[in-house]
Nanobody, 115 residues
Framework: QVQLVESGGGLVQAGGSLRVSCAAS????????MAWYRQAPGKQRELVAQ???????KYLDSVKGRFTISRDSAKNTVSLQMNSLKPEDTALYYC?????????WGQGTQVTVSS
């Protein structure tokens, strides 16, 4: 079993920055993909950014150039640095880990961007 615990998030004005982090524990394989998803009220959950165990990254088009995902595989952590935040970035942000044994989710952390 794998547990994911998010931290960070909060309330920020438009144009500001926030960092969310996630610590994974349990039975974690070396080969995995860690990611951040988000879900705004009334909308579907969407992939914001992902990073593979070798550091390959992928971003949602609307966050490219503003958000940066990083990981520390030795510590099983993943972070998302969010700059130039916009009100449309407001959502519940979820940490995700995918490996051959399963697909795991954190409880989510709220990010609210005021205009």
């Amino acid at each position: 079993q794998v547990q994911l615990v998010e931290s960070g998030g909060g309330l920020v004005q438009a144009g500001g920055s926030l960092r969310v982090s996630c610590a994974a524990s349990g039975s974690i394989f070396r080969v995995n993909v860690m990611a951040w998803y988000r879900q705004a009220p009334g909308k579907q959950r969407e992939l914001v950014a992902q990073i593979s165990f070798i550091g390959t990254t992928k971003y949602l088009d609307s966050v490219k150039g503003r958000f940066t995902i990083s990981r520390d595989s030795a510590k099983n952590t993943v972070s998302l640095q969010m700059n130039s935040l916009k009100p449309e970035d407001t959502a519940l942000y979820y940490c995700n880990l995918k490996q051959s044994a399963g697909d795991y989710w954190g409880q989510g952390t709220q990010v609210t961007v005021s205009s």
